[in-house]
């Protein structure tokens, strides 16, 4: 089985809407697909229909951004109710800041004589609730600034660099709380991707299983070879079970292609291991219980 359960829409900053997402995940042997935008749920009905109509498993997602020891973190959060209004609210909140700070940074290009990129990064946003740097991304390869994306994240919005803003996001306990009334389980996203040294990196799991997070990405399209034997090793120590994504977002950007990648580690439990899997269509935990 095939479990891609990290990519992102139109929603956020993925490329494509959500039902052609999920279109994609099919062509690409995907079967069981979770859609996980950055801080907004509004893709998930959409998705859920059309991985009904291909045949594939879908589980509804989030990926929601944190700040932890002055260091940006993502929490994906999986099999969530997207009407629950704890969630929601948190989520409105990210959403707020989200967009002050796209003014921050629209000020800061501005200021190295790059002018309009707040509004030029909007009209890249197809949910304008939702802005992030990808969208600035995208308007200063418009601009002829940059020839692709990766190339702006070396040059542009990241610290020491024309366009960098500092930011506080939600801290780590609100957004593992807001997975766990939403019914859901908090995974750490990606953690060979963070800027912590391998001592914070194993203070940050063990708070992280305390708090009630569940799980964490072992196979994830920016880890290599050696992290995701690093993380499975980790995972075990630690009682969290493994994820497998690609963090999708458009083809040739970011992250993998959908459904790509190797399997889990053998020495791992999957995040799956105790779904549901007998309805297609939507997936359902058969029960909550966290792997010791
Ligand atoms: P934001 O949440 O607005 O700060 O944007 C974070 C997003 O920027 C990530 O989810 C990626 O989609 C994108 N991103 C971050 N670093 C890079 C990179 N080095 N290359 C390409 N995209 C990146
Ligand atoms: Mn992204
Ligand atoms: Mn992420
Ligand atoms: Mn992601």
Same mark, same amino acid.
């Given at each position: ?19 052609r997402l999920v279109q994609r995940a099919a062509e690409k042997g995907v079967d069981v697909l979770? $859609? ?8 998930? /009905?959409? *998705?859920?229909?059309? #991985?009904?109509? &291909? %045949? !594939? ?15 940006? $973190? ?8 997207? /009407?629950? *209004?704890?969630?929601? #609210?948190?989520? &409105? %909140? !990210? ?104 001592k914070a990196t194993r203070r940050l799991l063990g708070e992280f299983r305390e708090i009630g ?80």
């Amino acid at each position: 089985m095939n479990y891609d359960l990290h990519c992102h829409s139109s929603i956020s900053d993925g490329i494509l809407s959500p039902a052609r997402l999920v279109q994609r995940a099919a062509e690409k042997g995907v079967d069981v697909l979770a $859609l996980t935008d950055h801080d907004d749920v509004a893709g998930l /009905g959409e *998705a859920a229909q059309a #991985a009904e109509a &291909a %045949g !594939i498993g879908f589980v509804n997602g989030v990926e929601i951004s944190v700040t932890w020891s002055g260091v940006t $973190l993502h929490v994906v959060g999986l099999n969530v109710d997207a /009407g629950n *209004a704890e969630l929601q #609210a948190g989520l &409105a %909140g !990210i959403q707020h800041g989200r967009r002050e700070r796209a003014e921050r940074i629209g000020q800061e290009l501005g200021k190295h004589g790059i002018v309009g990129a707040f509004e030029g990064a909007l009209r890249h946003a197809a949910n304008p609730r939702l802005i992030g740097r990808t969208h600035f991304a995208r308007f200063l390869i418009g601009q002829g600034v940059c020839k692709d994306v990766r190339s702006v994240f070396k040059k542009y919005l990241v610290r020491g660099k024309p366009g960098y803003v500092t930011h506080e996001w939600t801290s780590l306990a609100n957004a593992v709380a807001w997975i766990r009334a939403a019914g859901g389980q908090a995974v750490l996203a990606h953690p060979g991707r963070y800027d912590l040294k391998g001592k914070a990196t194993r203070r940050l799991l063990g708070e992280f299983r305390e708090i009630g997070g569940e799980g964490v990405e072992v196979v994830t399209g920016s880890h290599t070879p050696d992290q995701h034997a690093l993380f499975a090793e980790l995972a075990n120590f630690y009682g969290l079970a493994a994820s497998r994504g690609s963090d999708f977002h458009a083809p040739g950007e970011y992250g993998r292609e959908l459904g790509s990648g190797p399997d889990l580690p053998l020495k791992c439990t999957p995040i799956w291991h105790n779904w549901d899997l007998t309805n297609t269509g939507q997936t359902r935990m058969a029960s909550k219980t966290v792997p010791t």
